[in-house]
């Protein structure tokens, strides 16, 4: 924990991606010509955008205020880059108020920028939670429209694009990350011919019926189409990407290509990982173990315990899991002596739809545990609560049974994070084949969640799993995490954008679909 520069304000929610896994050594390396380095008059060769900066604001012991770094998969993943490159960081910390400038924490730089209370309230809360997100995720809740809030996000788009447009020096590579920064690639574009653009969106891109409702889904692709290349998560976010371009756009597309004005612009699925090594090594420490046991010891060592990790958002199921739960014991098919333990990290908590979630979650807790409590013991511990890491490796240690049941999702880190865990291969995993993770964990139980008779059965199943089988199960998983890691990820985006645009055919990543 370094100490840095500035000063002000609270820590945020885990952020998307970076909420876990770290490692100061993440084997990176961004291709054969990727040239990274430092570039003339301080500017930058490699620049990372993203809504969010790797740190919070924290108050010190005396009301000062400090900042602490927010150590995640993706900063895990570039920090050898960045270091190496001179590479800097812009993203947005997390409250209202004035730009924090730039600073360093961890030897890295980082340029924060400020959102005024309005811009907070209608960029970020607005357009980026209340209408993209539940438009990405399939309408799951009502997207808003407002031209306010459009307004916005175009104008904070303009700030990030323009402190990108100040650090990058002549030719450097830029890496913008996700929803909330669709437009950047675009206006960075119309200011500097010379620099190279990637833009990774960490969530999923909607069918076209479903994009099409956004009333400025035409600006939303030009935005996306000053990039060289787009990733996405699963190939369906690539090709529904493709299929905007076509309708909203009017472009014509090539297989993975698309012809925007004179340049071409490529869509493949790069599916993001986590920094494995280093999760494992945490949940094989001693004291991560022992406190794997002593949640057990807790909990009363029960037969089965079942586990839930989420940031408390309606895309992830979380009621649709309860309810299957809850039936389960009401059938008496999961034996006694069974516990569920559900993290729900406070996530949006100003945004309307997370008030109605959270209400909904909490009722149908206290009915589970109303019907189904003994004094001294509850078939549901709710912990809505965020957790150091190493807690959260002891609880994945903890758990028989993982279950992730979102509605959509662009990949679930918390699927990749329990394998990566279960280091004696034992444990099982009930997955939602609306994650990306789906894509990748062949050795999980894959659930409609929708489909509550088939949820019960497949938790049924995954809790009373044959030893051999769990392992069986759990060594393939093992493999595809180890083997296709974050640094494995970042290697493969960084190495295809470096042969953008004028190469050969685009290197689209093989899944085992
Ligand atoms: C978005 C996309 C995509 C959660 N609670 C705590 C905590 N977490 C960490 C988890 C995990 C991360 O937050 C959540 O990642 P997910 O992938 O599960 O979901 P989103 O936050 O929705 O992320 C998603 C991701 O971006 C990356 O591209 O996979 O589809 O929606 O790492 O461990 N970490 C700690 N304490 C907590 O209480 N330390």
Partial sequence: MSPMRKT????????????????????????????FGAGPGGRHRFVVVASRLPVDRTEGPDGELDWRPSPGGLVSALEPVMR???????????????????MVCMGLDLVGLGLSAEQVRDYYEGFCNATLWPLYHDVIAPPEFHRRWWDAYVTVNRSFAQAAVDQAAPGATIWVHDYQLQLV?????????DVRIGFFNHI????????????????????????????????????????????AAG????????RAGDRQVRAAAFPISIDTDALEQIAQRDTVRKR?????????????V??????????????????????????????????????????????????????????????????HA?????????????????????????????????????MNLVAKEYVACRYDESGALVLSEFTGAADELSGAFLVNPHDIEGLKDAVVRAATISPAEARRRMRLMRKRVREHDVAYWAESFLGTLARAPDSGPLEVLELPL
């Fill in 8 to 35: 002000a304000g609270t820590p945020g929610e885990p952020s998307p991606g970076l909420g876990f896994g770290i490692g100061p050594d993440a084997g990176f390396g961004a291709g054969p010509d990727a040239g």
């Fill in 84 to 102: 190496e490159a001179r590479g800097v960081w812009i993203g947005w910390s997390g409250d209202a108020g004035p730009a924090p400038g730039p």
């Fill in 185 to 193: 690639p675009q206006m960075v574009r119309e200011q500097r011919g």
């Fill in 204 to 247: 999923p891109f909607p069918g076209y019926e479903i994009f099409a409702q956004l009333p400025w889904r035409r600006q939303v692709v030009n935005g996306l189409l000053g990039a060289d290349l787009l990733g996405f998560q699963r190939r369906a976010d690539a090709t529904n990407f493709l299929r905007a371009c076509r309708r």
């Fill in 251 to 258: 472009l014509a597309t090539r297989g993975a290509t698309v």
């Fill in 292 to 304: 794997a046991a002593e949640i057990r010891l807790a909990l009363d060592e029960p037969d089965t």
């Fill in 306 to 371: 079942l586990l839930g990790i989420d940031r408390l958002d309606y895309t992830k199921g979380i009621p649709h899991r309860l309810r299957a739960y809850g039936e389960l014991l009401r059938e008496g098919r999961l034996g006694p002596r069974v516990v569920l333990v559900q993290v729900a990290s406070p996530s949006r908590e100003r945004v309307g739809a997370y008030r109605v979630l959270r209400d909904e979650v909490e009722l149908a807790v206290s009915r589970i545990n109303g019907e």
């Fill in 374 to 410: 003994e004094v001294g013991s509850a078939p549901v511990h709710y912990l809505h609560q965020s957790y150091p890491r190493e807690e959260m490796a002891a609880l994945y240690l903890a758990a028989d049974v993982m279950l992730v049941t979102s509605l959509r999702d662009g």
